[in-house]
């Protein structure tokens, strides 16, 4: 069952490692294709709305057809929109091809599939393997940007879309091969299981990507106000994907031991440390400290979220059952950008933000502390 992690590992290599490397191809794409830095945040925000929106109908699919084809059609569908924007030349083309085949193409490749796909395979053993399969959300995030930005000059701006969309659909023939067929119950109820039982888990989900998305996203940024070089704010992100990185190969075997809870609750309390960092300690050095803190207790979150969630549920509704929490997550992180915007118009800082996210983290470790029983007096 290993080469089923580790096939996960490399699909989620694939589908966040073009879905981030977007944000690198911003600057020579307004250059080369003649399209304004407006127009391409406003195709990213399209694109990031319409993932959260289509997880309910992804869940469905994943119960009725099985995660191996969901997975694989996802991921043609993200390596697909990076050949067609190799070759289209209006603006509405682009925006088009980013919004509606990347954005469809991460939601059906990215967390709820692999999740489902796991937990379908492990069972109540899915913790590790999940972990596992995790690092390739920060395996993309450095290989992938970085050979966009190696092949920029010796290639251009289009073939460089080219060439990462070919290597893409090169592995997703590979996992068709290597992924374990889609077992789907015959019968599967028509709607997933309740969550109302891990109610705190699913806010404190919802915290965690209000938090998360806005720091990993806005840290460059707050390191070119507090005097960094564009390249040296640029480190800031492969900073946080290699500790990330470390950290989630480590958990995958903490988890052999100790409870997801527990590592949770662990890492929180590292997520808050980084921010503190953040908000009261002046000076622009800082920020690599910063980087590595919350890299490292950030991305492993979402495993061990997932973990918790998934656990005891039925294998043949799992991908419905789940959607409510990806929805949660796209929409508190959309949130969250939104606020920590709005606070910079305000406070030109992020520093507003980083405190409320450090609120957020002392908040979504309390919903993660179990209760005391009370003790009766013999």
């Known amino acids: 069952m290993i080469r089923t992690a580790n096939a996960a590992l490399a699909a989620m290599t694939v589908s966040f490692g073009l879905n981030f490397s977007m944000g690198v191809f911003f600057a020579p794409t307004a250059a080369g294709y003649g ?31 099985g995660a191996r084809t969901v997975l694989t059609v996802g991921l043609i569908l993200t390596s697909g929109s990076y050949l067609v924007l190799s070759v289209v030349h209006e603006t509405w083309e682009f925006v088009a091809a980013y919004m509606v085949l990347g954005g469809l193409g991460f939601a059906a490749s990215s967390s709820l599939t692999i999740t489902t796909l796991i937990s379908r395979s492990y069972g109540t053993q899915a913790g590790p393997a999940l972990a596992r399969a995790a690092i390739g959300i920060n395996l993309g995030q450095v290989l992938a940007p970085w050979a966009a930005t190696a092949l920029f000059d010796p290639v251009g701006v289009r073939a460089a879309y080219a060439i990462l969309g070919a290597v893409g659909l090169a592995v997703t023939a590979v996992l068709w091969f290597v992924l374990p067929p889609d077992r789907v119950e015959s019968a599967a109820p028509a709607r997933g299981e309740s969550l ?54 480590l958990v995958a075997r903490l988890l052999r031991r100790h409870r997801p809870e527990t590592l949770l609750r662990i890492l929180y309390g590292l997520r808050a440390l980084s921010l503190v960092l953040a908000v009261f300690v002046p000076g622009p050095g800082v920020l690599v400290a910063v980087a590595a803190l919350f890299g490292a207790a950030s991305f492993p979150m979402i495993p061990l979220t997932m973990a918790v969630m998934s656990h005891g549920l039925d294998p043949a509704r799992i991908g419905r059952t789940l959607a409510p929490a990806w929805v949660t997550h796209q929409l508190a992180a959309a949130a969250g950008l939104g606020l920590a915007t709005a606070l910079h118009a305000v406070t030109d800082s992020y520093r507003g933000y980083f405190a409320l996210g450090l609120a957020f983290s002392v908040a979504a470790a309390v919903l993660l502390t179990p209760a005391r029983k009370p003790v009766h007096a013999s």
């Open 35 to 65: 399209i304004s830095a407006t127009v391409l945040s406003l195709a990213a925000a399209l694109s990031t709305a319409l993932t959260g929106l289509v997880q309910w109908r992804i869940g469905s699919l994943l119960d009725r057809v």
């Open 196 to 249: 109302a039982g891990r109610i705190p888990v699913l806010v404190s989900f919802g915290l965690h990507a209000a938090t998360m998305y806005v720091v990993v996203l806005m840290l460059p940024k707050h390191a070119l106000e507090t005097g960094w070089s564009v390249v040296g704010a640029g480190r800031l992100v492969a900073i946080v994907a290699v500790s990330a990185g470390v950290t989630s190969a």
